[in-house]
């Protein structure tokens, strides 16, 4: 073996223990970023998991704003079947008020008509009690009453006798009475 042949073999030594180094550099380095890989993995998981965590709650959340929206359309439809009613009720209660407004006007009118009717009858009653004799006037006929029943006897006999005119003055009619 000659010195070539083993510095070659210390060379060849030395080049395998430079790349077992370099190997094992590579190793370390591949192992750190293996290491940086899982860390980034599981940092990355546990991120999914809260994601995931997020989303969940958000779909309960929204699954619940559903239900409340439901109920929600559920008594809009409720009102709006409440307002529907209300406005039958209205409708049915403005014709109801037309009819007696119309009642009213057609009771105005014929009371207006009683009134004139009532004025006409009390002008006529009054017109009657006008015509109607007076006390003075009742007086007079009791008198004129008395004074004839002392002149039929007289009447009688003169119808039995036959006519005969005679002229009266005012005096003999006033102490005929």
């Known amino acids: 073996m000659s010195q070539q042949d083993t510095m070659s073999f210390a060379q060849a030594l030395n080049e395998a223990k430079g790349v077992i180094i370099q190997l094992s550099n590579r190793v370390k380095a591949d192992a750190d970023k293996v290491r940086t890989q899982q860390q980034t993995i599981v940092s990355q998981c546990a991120t999914i998991a809260g994601h995931e965590e997020q989303m969940r709650a958000m ?20 009102l ?48 009657l009690r006008g015509a109607m004799p007076t006390q003075d006037d009742q007086a007079a006929l009791a008198g004129m009453a008395a004074l004839l029943a002392k002149a039929a006897p007289v009447l009688e006999k003169a119808k039995k006798t036959g006519p005969t005119m005679r002229i009266a003055s005012d005096e003999a009619i006033a102490e005929a009475a």
């Open 59 to 78: 779909e309960a959340a929204a699954a619940e704003r559903a239900t409340e929206m439901a109920a929600v359309m559920a008594r809009v439809a409720e």
């Open 80 to 127: 709006e079947s409440a307002r529907e009613a209300a406005d039958g009720m209205i409708n049915r209660q403005g014709e109801k008020i037309r009819s007696l407004e119309s009642a009213k006007a057609e009771n105005e009118a014929r009371m207006t008509e009683m009134a004139m009717e009532l004025a006409k009858v009390t002008g006529e009653r009054d017109e």
